[in-house]
Every structure is written in C-alpha cells, then in structure tokens.
C-alpha cells in the first residue's frame, strides 16, 4: 500500500531521494560524503534520484547543541522502552519518550550518542548525533533501511534472513539460520559462477506471478572462517582499507587498513565486497531454486537432497527474518497509514506458495565442500532455463 506523499520540509545540507518498492524517501545529510556513502551502500536496491514528493522525510543532524538539549529536555520518569529496529534474531528496544504534542516520538541509543525521531504528523524522522560520531552514518542508514522495511512488510512482503545471487536474472537463494554457512557459500559460489550479488543476509520475497527476491543491504560480515577459508580475499580486504563505513573513495585515500572486531571479524559494503570479487550487484532476480545450507563436519565434501514442499515450508519458516519473535515490525519507524503487520498465517501462506512453484534443496557442507568445482557446478544447474 503507497503511503500519501508528503511535501519535504526545507534543508540546508545535502539532499537525496531515495526509493525501495513503493516507498521513496527524502534524505538530508549536512555533507554529499555522506549522501555519496549512504548511495554506494544501498544501491542497487534502493534507486537513487530526487522526486518532486516524497513518502517521507529523514533528515540526519550533527549538533551538539541541539543533542544536549534534547537529552536535557527527557523527561525524569515516563520513558518507556520501544521496538526500534527489526534483527535477524531479537528486536532492539530503546527507550523513549513523548512530545507535549503528542506527535514525535523519540528514542535514545546511549551505545551509540544517537537520538532517533519521527513526528508522525509530518512524517519527517530525524537521527540526531554529535559531530565525528562515527556511528552516524550507520545510525542513518539503519533507519532509511527501517523504513523500507516496515513498509514492505505491512504492505504484504516477507522478509527472509538469506543470501541470493542472481544468473542472468534467475536466481537462487541461500536461506537459514545464523553461522549455518550462507555468506562462506555464497562467496564460494560467486568465486566460481559468473553471477550477480543480490544480498548477503535478508531478501524480501514477493510471490506474484513470479517469485521475486529483493535485496535488502546490510553489513557483509566476513568471519574469521570465512576469511581463513579464502586468504587471498582477507588480503585484498586490508591491502584496500576496506570498512563498511567508507565509500571506495575513502578506503582509498586511507593508508591504514580498518580494525577488525573484537572477534576477528571484518565488515564491508556490499559494494566492497563485489569490487574484490569483480561481480555486479543486481537489485532483484526472478526466483528459481532454494538451498538451505548446514555445516555438516561428519560429511567429506558436499550433499544435495531436495526437499519435498512440506519440509521446504518448514525450513523456510525457521529464515523467517525475527523467527520465534511475536512481531516482525518495528513500532517508531511506522508511517501513520501504513496498514498493519502481517501475521504468521499469512507468512506461512507465503511460504507454502514459494515452495509449490519453486525447488528447494537442503546443502550439508563437509570439510572440503569448496575443493574443487562440483558444488557450484550443481548450483549453476538450478539456475539453468
């Protein structure tokens, strides 16, 4: 359902519409640096350019005034925490508070020095940060992203913790739960095929008259697994000062490659990512094949089972993106008329629809499952018309 449009207030930074389906947004930052990285991250699944009128409005504000004004302005007691944004596996709930108006709602990220907003009669949300907050630009991009998503869902979509790539145009989509092998296969596989990079980690699914798989950008996490199973990958990844916070211009400038995490971890953009790999990035792909990977150590190399309908349902129902959790949406980054948030029944409706039109496999992965071609050569073969 298309929310109505609303005329974008006046902004004396930089401006950027952005749109994700139905859903365009106008997006205000104080620097084009910022508008230029919040575009590499997002394309091509969002589509850049200015519009005339906007569903909505973000603005994102780096003002130490007006960040400690706000926090002096909370008040002493009636905060209440609040679903902000939608993970894989749990909602982050933040705490917040009330106008006098009853008409913006705010939320504090303390972890973060981040203020989030949205008035609700404007429909204008804001991120509200202190300048050099290295965490504003993820702070921005988590709610453009919020936004896309809540309106996707409640407007009839399915949002599935999964990676896809995409051969010419047909697609195929790795879907399970967390550390069961998709990013490690999904690089594997593009290594190999000469496809495109959909996602890395969430996909929304639209079963029309074709199933349609989207991608949903988010951070690519490469592991220390992952990294230890394609060394020559970790290696262009700290010789290009890679981060998932800086576009290819920045990493280049950059003389010192970006820390890892705590965990040994690196994070890139999905556009980082694709510029060491040499493959494009598509925005969607028509769905053909499902795998449902698990690292499997008993098995030497790699096994493929197809599913019957049933069980593909249930694997399915286990990728839900927040499966187990009693909601799907978040509750500050909801446009007023967006229509309410689809149920389990229609998920599992769904979900039973895909897999009746489209195969589905479960994919064990053995200790040398990446030894050779074989297994992306099996792959290509489902994409095959």
């Not at 050099?132 to 009839?156: F, I, K, Q």
């Not at 920045?250 to 970006?258: D, I, L, V």
């Not at 007023?336 to 589905?360: I, N, W």
Request: proline content about 7%; glycine content about 6%.
């Amino acid at each position: 359902m298309q929310s109505a449009a609303t005329n974008a207030p006046p902004f004396t930074g930089s401006i950027e519409g952005f749109a994700y389906g139905a859903l365009s947004l106008q997006v205000a930052a104080p620097t084009p640096a910022t508008l230029r990285w919040l575009g590499e991250f997002l394309s091509p699944s969002f589509c850049t350019g200015r519009r005339d009128r906007y569903t909505a409005t973000v603005t994102l504000r780096e003002d130490t005034a007006a960040y400690d004004d706000t926090l002096a302005r909370r008040p002493p007691s009636g905060t209440a925490e609040l679903d902000c944004f939608v993970n894989d596996s749990h909602l982050i709930r933040l705490p917040s508070w009330t106008s006098a108006s009853a008409t913006t709602v705010t939320a504090f990220q303390e972890s973060w020095r981040v203020l989030y907003s949205l008035d609700r009669q404007t429909r204008a949300a804001s991120v509200l940060s202190q300048p050099d907050n290295p965490r504003a630009r993820t702070s921005l991009m988590r709610v453009v992203r919020e936004l896309a998503m809540n309106h996707s869902l409640r407007g009839g979509g399915m949002f599935l913790h999964a990676a896809a790539m995409a051969l010419g145009g047909r697609g195929l989509l790795i879907a399970g739960e967390k550390g069961a092998g998709k990013t490690t296969l999904l690089l594997h596989l593009l290594r190999q095929i000469d496809g495109d990079y959909v996602s890395n980690d969430r996909v929304l699914l639209a079963v029309p008259d074709s199933p349609i798989v989207r991608g949903m950008p988010t951070i690519v996490t490469l592991r220390p697994n992952t990294l230890a199973s394609f060394p020559d990958l970790a290696s262009a990844v700290r010789a290009r000062s890679y981060h998932y916070r800086r576009t290819l211009a920045e990493a280049a400038e950059h003389q010192k490659p970006a820390r890892s995490w705590t965990d040994g971890s690196i994070g890139l953009s999905p556009l980082q990512l694709c510029t060491i790999l040499g493959v494009a990035l598509a925005p969607e792909c028509e769905l053909k094949a499902i795998l449902f990977p698990s690292i499997t150590p008993a098995a030497d190399t790699f096994h493929l089972r197809e599913l019957a309908p049933a069980e593909a349902a249930a694997r399915l129902r286990r990728a839900w993106l927040s499966a187990g959790l009693p909601k799907r949406t978040s509750d500050l980054f909801t446009l007023p008329d967006d229509p309410p948030s689809p149920g389990d029944a229609h998920l599992e409706e769904t979900g039973r629809a895909l897999v009746e039109r489209v195969r589905a496999f479960e994919c064990q992965l053995g200790a040398r499952a990446y030894a050779g071609a074989a297994l992306a050569t099996a792959c290509r073969r489902m994409l095959d018309p």
